[in-house]
């Protein structure tokens, strides 16, 4: 019932920025998380960052660095990526978590590379 549609992403040569964005095509009634996952080729998915009404949670290996923002009223929500790293090459996903349901985005490909 809920669809991510995601955009953004792209190629960049290292330390340069992009940005990844994902919007709800309905907001839940209850509370709800939105974040992003990553995966890379070989890898398993990971967390990249996270937000609830409450917290929000980074990887180790992206603080300093990414910034994760969201509208509440809309259910969407953004990932700022600066001074990427060929480490962060991957496909990017946009998640979302309500008290009885999970929704992932169709990923969108991040690539880092001189």
């Known amino acids: ?49 996270t937000l609830s009404h409450k917290n929000t949670d980074y990887a180790d290996s992206v603080k300093g660095r990414f910034i994760i923002s969201r509208d509440n009223f809309q259910g969407s929500v953004y990932l700022q990526m600066n001074n990427l790293q060929p480490n962060d090459t991957a496909v990017y996903y946009c998640n979302m978590k309500t008290m009885s349901s999970t929704y992932w985005g169709q990923g969108t490909q991040v690539t880092v590379s001189s």
Request: contains cysteine.
């Open 1 to 49: 019932q809920v669809h991510l549609a995601q955009s953004g992403g792209g190629l960049v040569q290292p330390g340069g920025s992009l940005r990844v964005d994902c919007v709800a095509s309905t907001v839940p009634n209850g509370d709800f998380e939105m974040g992003w996952y990553r995966q890379a080729p070989g890898k398993q998915r990971e967390l990249v960052a």
